[in-house]
Structures are given as C-alpha cells and as structure tokens.
C-alpha cells in the first residue's frame, strides 16, 4: 500500500474517532444509547479476551464456508447452462437478475419455515446470498468469450467439450475470479441477516442478543468487527487475486 494512502487512512480514522468523542461530550445522546469510543474499544477487548467474539467469529466463518462453497458450485454451475444454452437462458436466464435483486433478510423467513431455527436454516440464507450472483458472472464469462478466440480455435480443429475446456474456461477466468469476489461480499451480509434470527451462535446471533439487552457498547463492537473482516477480506484477499488474474489475462495495463 501506499504510504501516502495509508497515512490519509489514518487521518480520516482520527477524524472519525474524534467526531465521535465530541458528539458523546456533549451529551446529545445518553451514554447507554450512544457509548463513548473508549468504551466500546474496552467491550471488544473484554469480548476478544473472555473469548466471546473468538467463538462467534469461529461459527461465523463456518457457516460462511460451508454456504459460500455450495453458492461457488452451484452457481457455476447454473451459469455454465445459462450461458451455453439459448433456450434456458431465454426462459430462466431474466428471472436471475431478479432473484439476486432479493435482500438476503427476505429469504431468513424461508429458511426458519423449511429448517427452523437451526444452522441450516442460516446456511441457506448464505446460499440464496452468494448463488446468483455467481452465476450471472459466470454466465457472462461464457456469453463474452472473444468470437475471434471460438473462430481460431474451431479453424484449428477444436469444437464440443474441447473448445469448451480449452478456450471458453481459460478465456472466463477473470468474471469468474469477480463471481468469487462479488459471491463472498453477497455471502457475508446474507450471513450476518441469516445469524440474526437465529438460535447458534455467531457473530449475528451476538449482535441481536446486544441489542436485546441494551448494550449499545457491543452493538457498535460487533458492527465495527463486521465491517473490518468484510473490508480486510475484500481489500486483501479477493481484491487482490481478481486484480492479478485481471493483470496476467492482460486486462490491466
């Protein structure tokens, strides 16, 4: 990173933090309503410490690999069909947009009725969260393959299954590595609407448990831990692999 970039980083958190410290000074709000920095940097180090949030994030992220990894496949696959098929992308290819349209919270009702209030229920939601986007992306890896690439292939004698592994695949790699990345962001705030209705633990369930006890200090604690695993997931991991497929496909410059 930059270090000039970091340091603005840096600048703009202060800010913030000192934004927040002089709105709790002046008492606009009450204290168990709207908790002073500090108090919430002492509730994320008490809940990192006693090994509460550990166990949360420990459930979190077990739910989210197992929901994240079936979207990645069955996503894939639904793409696949979509994008080598005319006919099932012209009858169920429209309703994809509209169902990736759905906020994750819309389908945790589903999920209670068919599972009750157990971890299915939540991993369903992640799913539904993370599968159609990654098959619209991967659906237009295949719709976008260069034709010049399918004609030189097929000239040389390449067609069906071969044509398919051998050009389509590779020439899709980059939608599919942002299908991944887009899935992931779309995995995780669906499991986050999933946990909060649910009876496991994870870091939702301990958000709405904090809210239905008033404690304010580890609502925000909680918000601010989802937020920096989402950013430093993105930012570090997926960021980062799209951008150097992007650059080794030759798309960046």
Not at 127 to 154: C, H, K, Y
Request: hydrophobic share 55%; no cysteine; glycine share 10%.
């Amino acid at each position: 990173m930059n270090f000039s970039i970091a340091v603005k980083r840096m600048i703009f958190l202060v800010v913030v933090l000192g934004i927040w410290q002089t709105i709790y000074s002046l008492n606009i709000f009450e204290a168990i309503v709207f908790p002073s920095p500090s108090t919430v940097a002492t509730t994320l180090y008490e809940g990192f410490a006693s090994g509460e949030f550990v166990e949360a994030l420990g459930a979190s992220f077990k739910h989210l690999l197992a929901g994240m990894s079936l979207a990645i496949v069955i996503g894939t696959i639904v793409g696949v069909i979509l994008g080598k098929s005319k006919q099932a992308d012209e009858t169920a290819g429209m309703y994809l947009i509209a169902l990736q349209s759905i906020p994750s919270i819309v389908w945790v009702p589903l999920a209670i009725m068919l599972f009750g209030f157990t971890e299915f229920s939540v991993i369903f939601v992640v799913v539904l969260g993370g599968t159609f986007v990654m098959a619209i992306n991967v659906r237009s890896a295949i719709q976008n393959v260069s034709p010049q690439l399918i004609r030189a292939a097929r000239t040389m004698g390449t067609k069906g299954m071969e044509l398919f592994y051998r050009v389509e695949i590779p020439a899709g790699i980059p939608y599919f590595m942002t299908g991944i990345r887009l899935a992931w962001a779309f995995s995780w705030r669906a499991l986050m609407a999933g946990e909060l209705l649910s009876n496991g633990p994870g870091l939702g369930y301990s958000l709405s448990y904090a809210q239905d006890y008033a404690r304010m200090d580890q609502v925000i604690g909680i918000i601010i831990i989802i937020g920096v695993i989402g950013a430093f997931m993105d930012h570090f991991v997926f960021s980062k692999l799209e951008h150097t497929v992007r650059k080794r496909w030759g798309l960046l410059r």
